[in-house]
Each structure stands twice: as C-alpha cells, then as structure tokens.
C-alpha cells in the first residue's frame, strides 16, 4: 500500500475499462491469455490502492457481452481466470474490508463462474469500506434494454404510471441502481471510445485515457489520473 500524501483526495467513484492485455502479450511474443493473467494482478493491485485511497466505489469492466465473439479458448481461459482470481482474492478482500458486487447478465456466465461470484459477493456482503463492482457479460445497451423491460412489465401489471417515469426512476432499474455514477474513468491501451461500457452512467464523468497497456497500469499511474482529475472543472452543464 502506497499512500503518497502529494495525491489528493480520491473521487467516490473511479470506473475503469481495462484494455490492453492482448497487445501486451503480442508485444513479449507471449499468449493472449499471459496478457489477462498480468491484468488480473493489475485488479489486484488497484483494487488495494483504491482502498488504501479510501476511494468507495471501483467499477471494473472485466469481460462485455461481445467478448463471446472471442475464440472458444480465450473465452474460457477469461472464465477459468475469473474463477481463479476470485478463490484466491477473497482472503484479501476480507482484510481490506472489500466489498464485492457483478454487474451484468451474470446469469447467463458458466455455472462455475456464477458459483464462485455468488460465494465471493454473500461473504463480503457486509464489508464496509471499498466497493469492486465487476462488469462481467455486461453491455450498456443491453443494461438500458433490462430496464426497460422492467419498468414496461411494472406498467402493465399497473403498478407503475409511465408519466411518472423520469431519470431517478429509469436508473433505479439499472444495474447500478444503488450506485453512484462514477466521477472518473479511466481507459488503458489509448482507445478513445466506451466500447458499450456504462452508457447511462457516463453522462459526466471525467475521462482519461492512458496510452499503458491494462498489465503495466499500477498505483502511480492511478495516483497521476487522480491528480489529473483533480484539474477538471465539472459543470454538469450549468455555468
Ligand atoms: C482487455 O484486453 C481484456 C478483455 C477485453 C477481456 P484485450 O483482450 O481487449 O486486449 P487487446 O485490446 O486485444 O490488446
Ligand atoms: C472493452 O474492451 C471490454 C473490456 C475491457 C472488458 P474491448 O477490447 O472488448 O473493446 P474494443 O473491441 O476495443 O472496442
Ligand atoms: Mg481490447
């Protein structure tokens, strides 16, 4: 844990898109899935950092609805890792204090994924401190589109009045309906685009994107994005 006192205080809610695993691997002629290994010590590390920050909410997009597109076997090695990452970081998320939640269609994940999810997320149910939320067969179109299926079955069972539909409520049938929206994202790998990431969240959050690859993304590249963040000005549209 590296507290730098030259960084200032962390945004409530940091979200990340981690790219860049397979362009690293390419670049040590190693395998793609070498590349996702590194990257799962890379949410190790930052997830520490984050709580050592006391930052509250971090949102990880670790695996999209289209990264099914993937070959068979990069999609079950990213299944078998997430299964692994999580027996082996529960201890650790225990003594921090980690608390940790999925956002997604996470029913439609292996059995053994959802297991081990499920297990991971009633132990660190009461923890109080961080929050990682993992991203797993997410896509904000199909987030947006669950909502609305939700309040649409609410409205023809009469329960819900669509006039009385505004932002609060249609969030409140997303995903992240007990989640604040993130102050900051970062992207590793240099892509400027959200790749279906949290669409509605999005709407005034900070962006930074950084040319690293997600493997060599580590605490002071986290402390120098805080700092950068700490430069802008939000308006949130007023003056
Ligand atoms: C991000 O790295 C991890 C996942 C999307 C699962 P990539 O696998 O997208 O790596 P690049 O972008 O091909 O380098
Ligand atoms: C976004 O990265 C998804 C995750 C980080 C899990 P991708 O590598 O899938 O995005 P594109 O294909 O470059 O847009
Ligand atoms: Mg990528």
Redesign the pocket.
Known sequence: MSTSPSVPAPPRHIAII???????AASKGLP?IA??ER?AESVRTVTRECAALGVQFLTVY???TE?WKRPKTEVDA?MGLLEHFLHQELPTLMANNIRLRAIGRIHELPPGCRQTLADAIAKTAANTATTLVLALNYSARAEIVDAARSLCTEAAAARLDPATIDDSLFASHLYTRDLPDPDLLIRT?GEMRLSNFLLWQLSYTEIIVTQK??PDFGPDDLHAAITEFHTRERRFGAL
């Open positions: 981690m790219d860049g695993n397979g362009r690293w793609r590349g996702h990257g670790a695996f999209s990264n990213l790998s690859p997600w």
